[in-house]
């Protein structure tokens, strides 16, 4: 079955330093790749998303990159504040189906 | 405009007891999900429904029933709740594929404890 991977599990920064998360599908029929961030206790809220048509997208501070090739994207978010702590989670959605699957989670911590 | 309503938001049920988790979403959407959240597993897809009247099984459907009479709602049903239910569920919402959008919508979450 689809499959989504991601690493890594936990990562620490400095404050004003640059955080990359990186995802690996395995259905190459995937077509569409949100990111969520999740802070304690709340629900799940996109950030950024990006099409299998488009290999980069950017808003402001956040940028995400997709290798199709290689089935790999990445979430990278520069110039890190303390209020980008949070989980990070990135999903694949399959062509023709409505299922998104997730991978399990980065704990982000930004250090003051 | 409350987006994805859900409802209890904590309930605790003993082993055997069954309950149902409601969910209504405001936004029209055609499709709608069921996910449980657990320490160091991410989000895991239990059922979702593509449009109203039909359901399919995520990752893990066992132990869970659903259905989806009316387009606006979603419901999970735990039929003898086990303590490997003790969980946090979110329902999710979206636009069909090709519609605006494209994203999913969560739902603040119900915290189910089973003892």
């Known amino acids: 079955g689809e499959n989504v991977e991601q690493h890594p599990s936990t990562l620490s920064v400095q404050e004003g330093d640059s955080a990359v998360i990186k995802c690996t599908y395995s259905d190459s029929a995937s077509n569409y790749f949100p990111w969520y961030k999740q802070e304690l206790g709340k629900r799940p809220q996109l950030i950024i998303d990006?099409?299998?048509?488009?290999g980069e997208k950017k808003d402001q501070r956040i940028a995400v990159t997709l290798n199709k090739t290689a089935k790999h994207f990445s979430l990278h978010i520069t110039e890190t504040q303390p209020e980008d702590s949070a989980v990070y989670f990135c999903?694949?959605?399959?062509?023709?189906?409505?299922?998104?699957?997730f991978g399990t989670g980065t704990r982000l911590k930004v250090l003051a | 405009n409350a987006g994805v309503t859900q409802t209890p938001k904590f309930q605790v049920l003993k082993t055997g007891q069954s309950m149902t988790l409601q969910c209504a979403q405001d936004m029209n959407h055609n499709s709608m999900y069921w996910y449980r959240q657990d320490p160091g597993m991410g989000l895991r897809l239990i059922y979702y429904s593509a449009s109203e009247g039909t359901t399919d099984k995520g990752e893990v459907p066992n132990g869970y029933n659903v259905s989806r009479l009316k387009k606006q709602n979603f419901l999970l049903g735990l039929e003898s709740a086990a303590p490997s239910q003790t969980s946090v569920y979110f329902c999710?919402?979206?636009?069909?594929?090709?519609?605006?959008?494209?994203?999913?919508?969560f739902g603040e979450g119900s915290w189910l404890t089973v003892v």
């Open positions: 999903a694949a959605r399959t062509s023709g189906t409505y299922k998104y699957i």
């Open positions: 999710a919402s979206s636009y069909p594929s090709g519609g605006p959008g494209n994203t999913i919508y």
């Open positions: 990006i099409r299998s048509n488009v």
